[in-house]
Antibody, heavy 122, light 108 residues
Framework: EVQLVESGGGLVKPGGSLRLSCAASGFTFSSYSMNWVRQAPGKGLEWVSSISSSSSYIYYADSVKGRFTISRDNAKNSLYLQMNSLRAEDTAVYYC???????????????WGQGTLVTVSS | SYELTQPPSVSVSPGQTARITCSGDALPKQYAYWYQQKPGQAPVLVIYKDSERPSGIPERFSGSSSGTTVTLTISGVQAEDEADYYCQSADSSGTSVVFGGGTKLTVL
């Protein structure tokens, strides 16, 4: 059974940093791209970042570019999101999601974790 | 930046057909995907590559595409289908993932 379990969320002050982790199990982690998607309270889904299976390709949403860094450790079956210079608008539930590549360069997300809440507030 | 446009809400009575649209200029070139999200839960993929249904998703869920619009159709809507539905695709380069704003489906 595919499982994705996020951790590392919490309360942080504006300008602070936080590192999220996602522990994967039930599939060959090194064969799949992985992604972070967030959802602000009461709002819609927002893609944050994607990383290819071997970390060769990394993409970010404009809203987090230069502040967030996605990485993975295939030996530990783990995905990470280092978040720096956090802002109030980064407050959201952050989901880890497994990616499936499709033609045209798109990916979609077939399995999602339950999410971890990040709150940025003074 | 690229956007996908969905109606904020759709309402149907049980047993009727619900149609949720999603519009975007790159949809003729990029596949669309649909997710169902119930309160307090993670999203669930219900349609991929415009019209394919993952295993375990009921047959009443179907997808179609025409030009710059894709449509999620739920036939014979049940109370359990009440949820938020999001379309997802990518910009024309394929490097940036985009979600629609979401549609709240209410079963009357």
């Amino acid at each position: 059974e595919v499982q994705l379990v996020e951790s590392g969320g919490g309360l942080v002050k504006p300008g602070g940093s936080l590192r999220l982790s996602c522990a994967a199990s039930g599939f060959t982690f090194s064969s799949y791209s992985m992604n972070w998607v967030r959802q602000a309270p009461g709002k819609g889904l927002e893609w944050v970042s994607s990383i290819s299976s071997s970390s060769s390709y990394i993409y970010y949403a404009d809203s987090v570019k230069g502040r967030f860094t996605i990485s993975r450790d295939n030996a530990k079956n783990s995905l990470y999101l280092q978040m720096n210079s956090l802002r109030a608008e980064d407050t959201a539930v952050y989901y880890c999601a497994r990616g499936i590549a499709a033609a045209g360069g798109t990916s979609f997300f077939d399995y999602w974790g339950q999410g971890t809440l990040v709150t940025v507030s003074s | 930046s690229y956007e996908l446009t969905q109606p904020p809400s759709v309402s149907v009575s049980p047993g009727q057909t619900a149609r949720i649209t999603c519009s975007g200029d790159a949809l003729p070139k990029q596949y669309a995907y649909w997710y169902q999200q119930k309160p307090g839960q993670a999203p669930v993929l219900v349609i991929y590559k415009d019209s394919e249904r993952p295993s375990g998703i009921p047959e009443r869920f179907s997808g179609s595409s025409s030009g710059t619009t894709v449509t999620l159709t739920i036939s014979g809507v049940q109370a359990e289908d009440e949820a938020d539905y999001y379309c997802q695709s990518a910009d024309s380069s394929g490097t940036s993932v985009v979600f629609g704003g979401g549609t709240k489906l209410t079963v009357l």
